[in-house]
């Protein structure tokens, strides 16, 4: 469920008519709905009572600031795999014991920031990770919480470029050598093992994955507490799937999979960590965009539009479907035809849909790309020298920009020609 809905023919954003934003803003932009941010983290954090949890929002997912603070004034953690990430975090006001730090190529800089802001776990990738965690570690005096996130080799069902659970994903440690690094991790100096963390991918629509990793993680669990280690909790990760269109079977709800972790790993008397991203925020979030033509092509009609591939990157990189609906609603019985809906960036990949059967639309048209909250703005681009899409949030009937899209002045700025050019 989301609160983008027609009213009166004009779709909405909550109690924001999508073209009064349009018309201060201007097209293309991002809109997110703190009430839909809200009712997704409060379906995760009800679906773990009553074990002790705590739902760390994947800041991957969608990393501004302001949606950050709606979801960490909730309660919720956040799970980050940069130290850019991580300040953003703190800036939203998340303390650093709510806060996860994820990722394969964590950095000796990036560790140290943590550990001078304060972290609630890293989740230690591979043995050199490790010893190096414990030698910045131990030079500040301090023993750095871990988890060690293991590589079940389950596979996960999803996009090979979002999976990351089987055993040739560049992420975690093998769990058949997991007992050998916790016994190499329980011996560092500055390291205190407190977790085990598993991951295996992201937009899965099948609940089986999660069982096989789980259950996976349930048994190593207590081959570790046999072999002394203090196992207080367990990150399972993230990764369960949204609907990307209102024609597909929806995937499996946050009370299932909550029901899950409570058959597979209730038992073991841990805290709970998960780490969703995609389900609280992709159907939080609209694109916003304007038709520039209706082109007439040798067998196809084409819509374009001023959102392009440096905006939404997902079509063009993992061929994925996003709704896209007219911001006026077409009255009852209105034909549609086929259009390839493209944009302006000068790539054939620049393209959001092949054949997509929308009603007839105008130049100067509003259209909205549904379940674009998550791994939207973060992944865009400046390519073309394009500026950078403004976010803007919606709470009822009252709305903000929470990131202006630069002009050009700022982007040429950046820019330095050296004093011998």
């Not at 035809?337 to 059967?357: I, L, M, N, S, Y």
């Not at 048209?365 to 379940?371: E, K, P, T």
């Not at 919606?394 to 990131?403: K, L, N, S, T």
Request: with cysteine; glycine share 10%; charged share 20%.
């Amino acid at each position: 469920m989301d609160h983008f809905l027609y009213r009166s023919g004009t779709l909405h954003a909550e109690d924001v008519p999508i073209p009064e934003i349009a018309a201060v803003v201007g097209t293309p932009f991002y809109v997110y709905s703190t009430a839909t941010l809200e009712r997704h983290y409060r379906l995760f954090t009800e679906a773990l009572d009553p074990l002790p949890h705590l739902v760390c929002f994947a800041v991957k997912s969608n990393s501004n600031v302001a949606v950050l603070k709606v979801l960490g004034d909730l309660g919720a953690g956040m799970d980050v795999v940069s130290g850019g990430e991580y300040l953003r975090a703190k800036a939203a006001g998340v303390p650093g014991d709510r806060i996860v730090f994820s990722g394969v190529g964590k950095t000796r800089e990036e560790m140290r920031l943590a550990l001078e802001g304060g972290i609630r776990q890293f989740n230690v990738e591979s043995e050199p990770e490790l010893l190096a965690l414990s030698e910045v570690a131990a030079g500040m005096g301090l023993r750095a919480p871990i988890a060690l996130r293991v590589n079940p080799d389950v596979d996960a069902r999803t996009h090979e470029k979002i999976a990351t659970g089987k055993s040739e994903n560049k992420f975690g440690i093998p769990i058949a050598r997991a007992r050998e690094v916790y016994a190499l991790a329980a011996g560092l100096p500055g390291i205190e093992v407190c977790a085990v963390d598993v991951h295996i991918g992201s937009q899965l629509t099948d609940l089986e994955p999660f069982e096989q990793a789980y259950l996976k993680v349930a048994d190593l669990t207590r081959a570790l507490r046999a072999d002394g280690h203090t196992i207080r909790r367990l990150d399972l990760g993230g990764g369960l799937g949204i609907p990307y269109t209102r024609s597909n079977e929806a995937p499996p709800l946050p009370a299932e999979y909550g029901a899950l972790i409570k058959r597979t790993v209730g038992d073991l008397g841990c805290e709970i960590e998960i780490e969703p991203g995609r389900l609280i925020s992709g159907n939080a979030g609209l694109l916003v965009s304007g038709v520039i033509y209706v082109k007439a092509g040798e067998g196809r009609d084409f819509l374009i539009v001023d959102a392009a591939m440096n905006d939404l990157v997902r079509p063009s990189m993992y061929g994925a479907h996003h709704d896209i609906v007219p911001v006026v609603e077409p009255a009852a019985g209105a034909l549609a035809q086929p259009f390839d809906v493209v944009g302006p960036v000068c790539e054939t990949g620049d393209t959001f849909a092949k054949a997509r059967h929308l009603p007839a639309l105008a130049a100067g048209d509003l259209v909205a790309f549904r379940s674009a909250g998550a791994y939207g703005a973060v992944m865009a681009s400046e390519y073309n020298t394009r500026p950078l899409v403004p976010e803007v949030l919606v709470r009822g009937d009252h709305f903000a920009v929470i990131r202006a899209r630069p002009t050009f002045d700022e982007i040429l700025n950046r820019d330095t020609i050296p004093e011998w050019l």
